[in-house]
Each structure stands twice: as structure tokens, then as C-alpha cells.
DNA sequence: GCGATCAGGT
DNA sequence: CACACCTGATCGC
């Protein structure tokens, strides 16, 4: 390929597709926005109700909005092929061109009934210019197809990562690299929250395979029909259990016609791994539901699935469904229900990142903002929740452009509501769309438009109170009031200028919040509700960027004690001799700070927590992710050494018990149960409060572990989350670890999990598109006779033409090469 | 009558 | 609390 830019330009294109469009439909609707561009007149304003996560800032361009389009875009984006991204998409869509990846162009051409006209795939990795834009399609490790978008408008950058679930290998993406720093990332924010916890799927993967492979052999005695395997799926996506269904347990895979024709636009029909042949095969593909609801709880449907048995003809049944999430890690997760031959396995397997993924990403990317673009209120462009969201990246994101321009909203509504940039080339932060398309001037923006910071207030003289609620949002919530006050005043009242005098001495006001051996514990900040750190017991959030925790003796000199936050390398360190050859034990860190780096917690545990281990067992239950051994004793002893007091005390009253267990689960254990109930009590027995002041209270420190961790051995890190199990392991580089699977107490298995997961080389769906694929051909007249258009639509000269081929269908995009 | 939206089921 | 889909009913132009 060669290097030059592809080129576009929307009107002409738009204009010329929507004439042969309108000549063979039968109804066309009058579109407001062909008649302006005919006459070349501005299209309308963006309205208000648009989602800001849907508008890429200074610019027209819409993604994944295809129900809110309107007259005031003819540039659309769609990232995938899943229906909440593309409703408003139907066979009469006429509104404006649609830019996606040749994967999704091809089902949204074949299964949706699309126009071809109005398609236009994209190359993946490469720059286009669009509109005097330039946009890169990246890979989203979603489901095929499925796109990140890296818009560069000007000098912003923006990226939109449609749904995406990340991998390490996206930091060495070039053209990611190229986007650290961004403005803002409009993030898939699915799961951005730490009680959505889910192995690798690679782990849930080798699940089914090892499930099936032993069943097989059990039944290796009889005869050969007897087992059927059920796969609920849904149109398109997870597609990768299937391959490797077919791969590793050698079979085809029977899938029915509607499920064969996707397979198809997909690449996959003719692999030789599907059949609508069903005696061929006794792996049957089925529809995503047919097993039993999933939300909110699963409850299976034992009747359709003896339905389908009798009717197939065989005498045993197993059903695997991928629930793309294990919800607090309850015992749903890799449970096993059964009644009679019929046995149902959940298997949780995400196409969107965790929490901590995300975080991983915000991190690498460390953008000026991010916004959310899922759980948006549709009827508030700017609202809390992508407050909320800022709330769990803080850290990651640039401070130093943040404190600068994170907060530029409301210094200008302070200051001077009608202040607009002059110039595209001063970043704007604020404005979250501008005019600079000079062809297309856009209205002024209403107030909320230009606030991304949703319900921050204007900043009133002489109301302290007010202030310091401002300031809140702004810093991290080890911040107490007294401090946040001293800020307001030395900064006379500027908002903006007290967070920016906070950010310049953050390391010392953390430090000095916590040498302090008495806490500053304010009725004001306490009955606000804001977690102010103890000597006794403190959380980890410190200034970011900055490395803290050196050693355990700067943990100390800051009444810190490192409760557990995963495996710091010196906690690794200290862990690993223990650990020797005990692989796949389970164990949590203990408190750096101890001295008693041997064997001793063992016995710890039990002295202290002993009486609390059976119930933690219990907890944990079915879902089966504490190993029965003896030998393999779960050890929840953080800190337990410089608590053994509180315990005692703890031991006899603990009144949110039953919420303290599933919290410290949710939080893997990371803190010590202590810890774990003062957080508790704070939130009122409430564990999603617990859970959230855990996080917002524990930033960096916990997810350097867990960087640390993705770095040596991807999926581990994500193991430990429904296991329970340590850090340690990963740090030992252990190709085996032990995870315990278990139904029923009958049902109780044992598998051993093969690790690393690199050994799967990753199904690039996005490549493999068949014979629809998007051709560079050389520039054509002929072809553009074919689609009725004149060289006059077509004003550059050397040009190369983009073929969309499909059937007896030919689509041509424009190309202008630049001379 | 058609498209858009919603409820309920797969 | 919300992975993702289809179909048919209903609303409104």
C-alpha cells in the first residue's frame, strides 16, 4: 500500500449517492439537508438533545447516533454491528454517509438491507481524511468488525472507542501512541466500575473446551451421541469460542441458517468449521436467551432445554452461556446448574474492558478528559455521571492539562459566559462543539453544550460553603476541609486557582494529611460524608504521578500501612520464598510493613481469622474460587499482625458481616477486613458506596500492581479477580494455576487452567471479510459511468477509487490522492 | 399506511 | 444494577 492519504469529502459524495438513491427508491423523504447543500448553505445547528458522547468536538461527525440523526449531519460513524449502536439504521436509510470497517459495512449491506451507497468502508490502520479530518480505524477487540475511531480535527485529537475491550498489545499501536494526550476519549464505560468483575477469556475459553473434552471422555464408553453441547450466542460477537470450539475439540459446529448467513458475511462460512448440517455435530450454536434468562439473575429454562434434547434426540444435554459479566462475583460465575441430564454452565466472557482494563487504557493514554458513552443520560448532554466517570480515572488523566482546562468551563462562565476561542488552533476544552467549518457555521452553543463538568455551579463571592462543595468534585477525596477551605482563601475565592495551587503541592498536602498523627476530622468534611485517612487506617490514594510507596519505610513515615493494595513488588518479593513451590496457592498480601515475611501468616490466618475462614468459604460457596485443600488456605491476614486488637473487637459485633464478605471480594481482598468494615460502616452497609469509596480513595497505588501484573502475564491479573487468588502467582510466572469450578456441592469439579494465554493467537476478524472486501482499484471512468456519475462529481484528477463490491451491486468511493 | 418506539419474549 | 437481539403491538404522523 502505498502511503498517500485517502481523501473525502461528504457533500459532493453524499449529494451524488443520494440522487441515484432517490432515482431508484420508491419514496425518498424530502431531506432538509440535501436541499441547503444544493444550494450550498449551512446545515442546521447540532441540537442539544445530542449526546456529547456522540459528536466528535468541531466537527459534524456522528457516532454511533444513528436514531438522533438529522438534517444538521450528513457524516455518520458507526463503530459495530450491534444493534444499540446502529438503531436508527434500516434499509431506507438515506440521511447521510455511513463510515465504518469493511466488516461492518458488509453486514450492515447484507444482514441490515443498508444501501450501498450510503456505505463507505474504511481501511483499518490507516489515515483517511474526511472532511479536512483525519480519522484512523483501529481493531477494538470487540466483536468483528469493530472499530476505534482516532479523529484528528485541527490540533485536537480525539479518540471514540465504540466498544472496545483492551489488550496490552493497543499501547504499541502506533497510531495510538501518536494519541496520548488526547483532549478527551469517549470511553466504553460498560463495566467502568469495580463490581463488574470477569476473567480473561481465555480462562472462560479453556473452560468450555476442558468441559467438553472431559465429558467426551467420560462418555467415551457409550455411545458417542449421547452428549449434546449447547452455545447460546447472539448475532454477532464472541465468535472466538466458536473457533476455538471447533479447533481444539475438533468438530464442526452446527449453526442455523440466520446464524450461518452472519458467519458468512463475516468470513467464516466456508472455514470449514460450521454446519447446518445438526446430525453432523453435537456442538449446537443456539440463540442467546434459549437457555434461561440473564438479567438480572440467571435463571435457566430447564424445560425449552429438555424441549430441545428430545427433539434432537439425545439423552444428555449441556449448555454453556457467555453472561458477559459475573455481578459481584457471586456464585453465578463459572456455576454449574443442573436437573437431571441437563446441565447449564455460566461463563462469563466480556467484549468490553474491565475496570481495571480501563483504567490501563486511560493510563497509557492519559487524555485531557474523558467522557463516557455508556450509561449517558440521554436527556442530559452534561451530566453527572460523566462527573462521576472523571471520578474514576482521576490520576490517569492529565492533571497538568486538566488543571488548566479541565476547569476552564466554569473559570469562563465565571468570568465571562459569551467567551468563545477565535481560533481552532487554541484548544477549547470547554466547548464541546465549535464552528470551524467555515462552509458550515453552526450555532451558538447553549449553556450546558459548554459545560462537560455538568453540575458544577457558578462560583459565588463570599460563599466559602459553595466553594469548597466546587472544590470537592475537583480533588481527591483524601482532601478534607480544612484544607480545601485554606485553598479557597489563598486562591480569594478562584475555584480554578485553588485546584491549581492544589495540583502544584499535591505530594505535600497528601504528605502532610498524613504524617499528621492526628487526623484532621472536620463535622463539616465527616458530615458531608468524605473519607478522611486515619493514622490507623488509611487508603492509598496519594498524589498520582508521583511514585509513592518506595519503600515500606516512606509507607510508614506516612501512617500508611499499604493494606494489602495487590502485590507491590516488595510484597511480591517477600512472598515469592514462602510461595516456592506452592503454585496455585491462594493467598493475599500481607502488610508490607510487617516484618514477619515467613511462613507465619500462615498461622496468623488462622489465629486470628480462624474463626471467620469457614464462613468465608461458605461466602464463596459454589462458586468454587477457593480450592478445599488444606494446604491451600485462603489467607485474608493483611495487616492482621498490627490489628489483632481491632480484630478481637471486630470478631464479636461486625455489623454489616454479610456485606463486608462480598465487599472484600469485590475488591479481591485487596484491603484487610478491618479496613474492610470501617469503609463499610462508613457506607452504611451499602457495598456499591463501599465499593466506590474504595476506589476513589485508592488510586494509583493499587493499579501500579495491577499495570505491573498486566505486564508479566495477561489474564492472570484478571484471574485473581474471580479467584481470589494472589498476585503472587503471576509474579512467580506460573504457567498453571489451580481454579476451582464447582455447581453444586455434587457437582464440585476441579479443573486445572493452562496459562499463558498467549498460546491463542487472537481471531482478527476484522480482517477476514470473504470475498467482500474493499478493493483499491485503479481510477475507473468506466465504473463510474456503471453508477451513473459524471467526471464531473469526481473533480480530482488523480485519483484512485475505493470499490465496494457486492453482488451485482458496485459502490465506488471517491479517492483523491494529492499530487 | 408507514416508520418509530416499546413491551415482552427468545 | 443493564452484554445484546427479535418480533409484534402500539403510537403518531
Redesign the pocket.
Known sequence: MDTSTLTLNSSPLFLSSFSIFAADARQVPPLKSIQLLSCGSPLPSLPSFLPASKIIPNTRFIVDGF?AAGDFSISYFLSH????HY??L?P?WCRGLIFCSETTASLLVEILKVSPLFVYALPLNKTVTIDRSNVVLLDANHCPGAVQFLFEVGLSRYIHTG?FRFRESMKLDPFLQKFVGADTVFLDT?YC?P?FVFPSQEESIEYILKTIQRTREENQGSSSKSVLFLIAT????KERILLEIAQKCNCLLHVDGRKMEILSVLGLGDAGVFTEDASSSDVHVI????LG????FFKPNFVKMEEIMLEKGYSRVIGFV????M?EAKKDGFAVTSKGPLEIHLVPY???SSYAELREYVKFLRPKRVVPT??VDLEKPCNKHAMAVQKYFRGLIDETANKHEFLTPFHQKAVNADAKPTSMNEPAENVVVEDVEEFVPMAPLSEEENCPLGDVKLVKEGDMEAEVEELRHCLPSWVNGDLMLSLIRGANGDVVQAVSDFFERETEYFNHSNVSTQPILHAEANSRNVFLPTPDLTFCEGPRSSVHYKSSQDVKNMGIKKLGIGSSSATNRKGSSSMKGKRGKASLTLDPCSKTKKKGKASITIDSCGAKQSTITKFFGNSALLSTNDDDHMMIAASVSLNKDKLAVVDSIEPYKHEVDKFLQVINFSIDRNAAEYLMDKAEGNIDVAVNMYYSSCDDALFKEDTLLSHTAPGVGHAKSCTGESRILSEEKLNVYRMSVGGTSKDYLNVNVLLPIEKYSPIEHGQAVGQHRLKRTEETEHQTKLLGRTSSNLPEQNRAQLQYSLGKTEHTIQIQTPT
Open positions: 436514531r454491528f450491534h444493534s444499540d438503531t436508527g434500516n431506507n466498544d460498560t466500575n463490581k447472539y448475532m454477532v460477537g440463540g442467546w436467551n434459549l434468562e440473564v438479567w438480572p457467555s453472561t458477559g459479566w455481578y466480556s467484549e468490553h455508556v450509561g
